[in-house]
C-alpha cells in the first residue's frame, strides 16, 4: 500500500511517503494529542506545515502553551497559527506563551502553524536551540517547536506522531523510535507530558545507525561528512555510555538515540544537550570526536542527574539548583573519562585546576557546581574514612528520585554524610557563593596530588569579547589591561580568534585589521591576582599515573 502510494506521489509529483495518514489506536480514558509534520520546500527554504489535534475538556477550554523561548532564546519560528476546527476559537492567554482555546466540551480540537527557520547566516552555537529547519533536514524539540496543553506537573498523555508526510528518502529519529526507511512513521508514545516536551525530533539526510549498549538497543543518527567515520563515532558513543551505565550500575534504558549534526564553522565548537531518551550533539565539522568524550559523557550522566532524580516543581527558581544539575555531572564526566583512561592524569588535574582558579570570582554554575562536587567527594570520603563519597550522595538522589528536584532535598541528602561544619561550609558556599578549601587528596588521584594555596592570575582578555564578537569590531578595550598592552584597540576588525576560556595560561590570539593592514596580536589573558588551590604532582611519591 505504501509503494502504490509512492508511485502515485512520484507521478504527481510531490515526494512523498504516503498520503495515507497515520491510523493511531483509540485511547478514550486517557488524554490524547495528536502532531502531523507536512515539509514543504519553497523557494525560501523548508516550511513545515504542523496540526496538532486534542480533545476539549469538559469546560470546553484549554489552554495552550506556544514554543516562544527555550534556552535563553526568543523564538520567531511559529507563525500563522489558527484554528481549524468549525466552532472552535482562538484568544490571547494570561501572557505571550499562551493562547485560550474554546471549543464545546469534548470535541476534537484541531489547530495548525507553520514552522521556519528564524535566523539568517551560518548555524552556528547557540542557533540550535532554535529549531533547525533545513531543506536537507530538520531537527527540533518539543520545548522549541511544539505547541502543548498546559498540564498538571503530574499528568500522563498520549502523544501521536505522524510522519508519513516526509519526504520517501528521510530517516527518522526520535525520542520514541528512528527508522531508516518509510516504514514506522507513526509514532504512539504514553507518558508524562514533559518527555513529550522534551523529546528530541530529527528527520533528514541522517545515516542510521543501530547498535547496542550492554545488550540494550541504541541508535546513533549522523549526518555531514566528519573527519573521522560513522562506525568510529558509534564506538565512541558506544564506550562513553556503557561507562556511564556502568557507574550507575543502570541499565534500564530500552531505547536511546543520539543525533550528531555538524554546525557550519571548522573548529572549536559544541553543544551537547539531553532529551528524552536521547541527546544530541552539534559539533565543529573538523573536530575529532575524542576531544568530545568529556562532553559525551556528561550529557549521558544528565539521564540520571536530573533524569531520574525527580521533577523540579514548577514555577521553581531553576538558578536554585542550577549548579547540582550541572556540578556533579560536570565533575564525573571528567572524572570517569580519566577513570577509563580516555584522559590523562595531567589533563584531568589541569582541567580541575582550570576550575578552581575560576571558583572564588566566578558565576557559572558549571564552574561553581564541579568545584562544590569536588569538595563534596573530598569532604565526604575524609570525614566517613572512605567508608562513603560523593556517589552515595548521588545515588540517594536516584533512590529518592519519587521527591521534587529541589534546593532543599539535595542540601539535605548531602548534608547526611557531612559533620555539621562541613554542612554549614556547604550551605554558605551554595547559597551565599562561599569559599571552599581544595581536599588535601584528590579523590581516586589520592597521594599522587598536593593542594596548595597560590597566588593565580584570573582569566581577563582585557576587552568586551561578547559584543566584539557581534558586532566584529573590537570595542571595550581597557587601559592598560592585557588586550591593551599586546597592541589591540578599539574600532579594529575583529577577523578570527582563539582562546581557551577561563584559562589565563594559555595564549588568546586574535586576527584584526586596522589602518595598518592585517595583525595577529597574541597575549596571555592574564588580569588580577587572587589567591586559589591548585593541584600539584608529587614528584617524590611514585604514583601510578596514566
Ligand atoms: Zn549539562
Known amino acids: 500500500m505504501i509503494d502504490a502510494a509512492v508511485c502515485f506521489a512520484g507521478f504527481i509529483g510531490v515526494a512523498h511517503a ?38 476539549a475538556g469538559g469546560d470546553g477550554t484549554e489552554t495552550l502553551v506556544l514554543p516562544m523561548q527555550w534556552a535563553g532564546e526568543t523564538l520567531h519560528a511559529m507563525t500563522n497559527l489558527r484554528v481549524v476546527s468549525k466552532g472552535a476559537s482562538l484568544e490571547k492567554g494570561a501572557d505571550a506563551d499562551s493562547m485560550i482555546v474554546r471549543a464545546r466540551p469534548h470535541r476534537s480540537v484541531v489547530i495548525a502553524y507553520d514552522l521556519e527557520k528564524d535566523w539568517n547566516g551560518p548555524l552556528v552555537n547557540p542557533l540550535q536551540f532554535h529549531p533547525v529547519l533545513m531543506p536537507e533536514y530538520l531537527e527540533f524539540t518539543g520545548s522549541n517547536a511544539l505547541v502543548r496543553l498546559k498540564l498538571d506537573d503530574r499528568a500522563i498523555e498520549t502523544a501521536n506522531f505522524d510522519w508519513q ?12 523510535g528512528t527508522s531508516a526507511s ?23 539526510d541522517y545515516r542510521i545507525h543501530p547498535f547496542q549498549i550492554s545488550g540494550r538497543p541504541a541508535f546513533l543518527a549522523v549526518r555531514g561528512t566528519w573527519t ?70 556528561h550529557e549521558a550522566f544528565h539521564a540520571w542527574d536530573p533524569g531520574r532524580m525527580g521533577m523540579v516543581p514548577t514555577g521553581y527558581n531553576e538558578d536554585l539548583i ?21 584522559l590523562t592524569a595531567s589533563e584531568y588535574v589541569n582541567s580541575l585546576n582550570i576550575a578552581l582558579r575560576r571558583f572564588p570570582t566566578s558565576d557559572d554554575e558549571y564552574v561553581r557546581g564541579r568545584i562544590i562536587s ?65 581536599p588535601e587528596h584528590l579523590p581516586v588521584l589520592g597521594d599522587c596530588m598536593h593542594a596548595l594555596l597560590d597566588n593565580v592570575s584570573t582569566f581577563d582578555l582585557g576587552f ?36 581557551n576560556k577561563g ?4 595564549i588568546a590570539k586574535f586576527k584584526v585589521h586596522s589602518g595598518a593592514g592585517d595583525q595577529q596580536i597574541d597575549y596571555y589573558p592574564r588580569g588580577k591576582t587572587i589567591q586559589a588551590w591548585q593541584y600539584h604532582m608529587d614528584k617524590d611519591k611514585s604514583c601510578e599515573l596514566r
Open 18 to 55: 504516503g498520503l495515507a495518514q497515520c491510523r493511531f489506536p483509540q485511547t478514550p480514558n486517557e488524554q490524547t494529542i495528536t502532531y502531523r509534520f507536512d515539509p514543504e520546500v519553497t523557494p525560501a527554504g523548508l516550511v513545515l506545515h504542523l496540526t496538532f489535534l486534542f480533545r
Open 165 to 176: 508526510a516526509l519526504p520517501t528518502a528521510w530517516a527518522l529519529a526520535t525520542s520514541f
Open 182 to 204: 518509510t516504514a514506522d512513521r507513526c509514532q504512539t508514545y504514553t507518558g508524562s507530558w514533559r518527555e513529550v516536551n522534551e523529546g528530541l525530533y530529527a528527520a533528514g
Open 228 to 297: 573521522f567515520s560513522d562506525e568510529d563515532a558509534v564506538k565512541d558513543v558506544q564506550k562513553v555510555i556503557g561507562m556511564v551505565r556502568n557507574f550507575w550500575h543502570d541499565d534500564n534504558f530500552p531505547y536511546f538515540l543520539v543525533t550528531l549534526s555538524p554546525y557550519d564553522r571548522d573548529h572549536d565548537s559544541s553543544d551537547g544537550s539531553q532529551f528524552t531518551n536521547a541527546f544530541w550533539m552539534f559539533v565543529s565539522r573538523l573536530d575529532s570526536i575524542n576531544g568530545l568524550f568529556p562532553t559525551l559523557a
Open 322 to 342: 542550577k549548579w547540582f544539575r550541572e556540578g556533579p555531572t560536570d565533575y564525573y564526566a571528567q572524572l570517569l573519562t580519566y577513570e577509563a583512561g580516555e
Open 374 to 438: 569536588l569538595w563534596l567527594d573530598g569532604t565526604i570520603r575524609r570525614e566517613s574514612r572512605g567508608q562513603h563519597s560523593l556517589d552515595d550522595v548521588m545515588f540517594d538522589m536516584v533512590r529518592t528520585g519519587d521527591q521534587p528536584y529541589t534546593l532543599d532535598r539535595i542540601l539535605a541528602t548531602a548534608g547526611h554524610y557531612l559533620s555539621p561544619e562541613s554542612d554549614a561550609l556547604l550551605q554558605q558556599a551554595v547559597t551565599h557563593h562561599g569559599d571552599l578549601p581544595a
Open 464 to 499: 568586551d569579547f561578547d559584543r566584539s564578537r557581534t558586532t566584529r569590531m573590537i570595542t571595550g578595550v581597557v587601559e592598560n589591561g592585557p588586550a591593551f598592552n599586546a597592541g589591540l584597540r578599539d574600532g579594529q576588525s575583529l577577523l578570527g580568534n582563539s582562546f
Open 503 to 506: 584559562d589565563p595560561e594559555r
